[in-house]
């Protein structure tokens, strides 16, 4: 009974998505729909990137800014010529060995 109920909830699921797609789709066809608006400016952008070029740490930029983890990541991800901007994300780097 259980996997019977389950299977109407992920069809009924399906047809949800699918009635989203089909409304996107017809509101950027009339130019309405453009998505999640952006929560930094090109200028908000552009100030991590040259602090990190400048040696900040990131946990100072993202305490300045007022930045979650996640949002400073992708700042520096857009922003030209950071290290790091060609990868794809959750790469993560290799451990540094210092010697002492």
């Given at each position: 009974m259980r996997s019977l109920m389950g299977a109407f909830a992920e069809?009924?699921?399906?047809?949800?998505?699918?009635?989203?797609?089909?409304?996107?789709?017809?509101a950027k066809a009339r130019g309405v729909y453009r998505?999640?608006?952006?929560?930094?400016?090109?200028d908000?952008?552009?100030n991590p990137c040259r602090w990190i070029g400048d040696g900040?740490?990131?946990?100072v930029i993202a305490r300045e800014l007022e930045l979650s983890r996640e949002t400073r990541?992708?700042?520096?991800?857009?922003?030209?010529?950071?290290a790091g901007a060609g990868r794809s994300p959750g790469v993560i780097d290799p451990p540094v060995e210092v010697s002492v």
């Open positions: 069809f009924e699921r399906s047809l949800i998505r699918e009635r989203q797609r089909e409304g996107i789709e017809l998505g999640r608006t952006r929560s930094l400016s090109e908000q952008v552009a900040v740490a990131k946990a990541y992708q700042a520096l991800r857009a922003g030209a010529g950071t």
